[in-house]
């Protein structure tokens, strides 16, 4: 499945950690400022509708608001503002400017993340075996921060956030950018992550070789054409 790899990549959210709550987040910061909405009505509209103002035929391109976290995270403050209009919710401009701000500051606080129970010694016994890990993932600028934080820094030669890369996987600029930090040829690649779109089909067109991670067990793997992975202690 990897052994014949040098490389071996990996997506963060559902893959090696996730976000407490996402749509938690929303509801805790309108709420702060005196709005109520509902996870249930965040959840009805696709979560990647609000990328569409970015959106290429090969992917999200964000790369001239990626020069500074000031410029990354005014669009982080319009996705949020788009999320909350499509759920129903009205207010001022200033005060969804004054939501939006703190939804972004909740974004980026690595008390909001944690990693999965297998995630650490993975790490450790792929690292100990001698692959080259790196963390490509379509995140928020201060992920290299998080992942400081959850003390897991140290297995990662790279860690890419799409924040600072400009490109949101399955565009293929993030990957070839991963690819080229790490050295490694495309076919020397394994990449592990929980999207079909973004992290199979993303990394499978420029050459590496995706497994799929299924935590939530809901891929039969004998009926598909790619390795899945139903918890990371596989890879061990």
Known sequence: MYRNKHAIFFDFDKTIGFINSHYGIYT????????????????????????????????VDHSQHSNSEIEYSKIRQAIAAHRLHEAGVESSDEKLNLITRRIVEMEYDSNNYQLY??????LEFLKKEGFQLLLVSNHVWQLPKIISDLKI????????????????????????????????TPSDIAFIGDSYSND??????????????????????????????????ELR
């Open 28 to 59: 805790k910061a309108a709420l702060e400022f005196g709005i109520e909405v509902s996870e249930e009505r965040l959840h009805e509209k696709p979560l990647n509708n609000a990328w569409n103002n970015w959106m290429t035929k090969q992917g």
């Open 117 to 122: 129970s297998d995630t650490t010694r993975c």
């Open 153 to 184: 820094d140290s297995y990662f030669t790279h860690i890419i956030t799409s924040a600072r890369v400009g490109f949101r996987k399955p565009h293929p600029q993030i990957f070839t950018h991963a690819v080229e930090l790490s050295g490694e």
């Open 200 to 233: 199979v089909m993303g990394s499978k067109q420029v050459g590496l070789s995706p497994i799929l991670i299924d935590r939530e067990n809901k891929v039969n793997r004998t009926n598909t054409l790619i390795p899945v992975i139903y918890s990371l202690d």
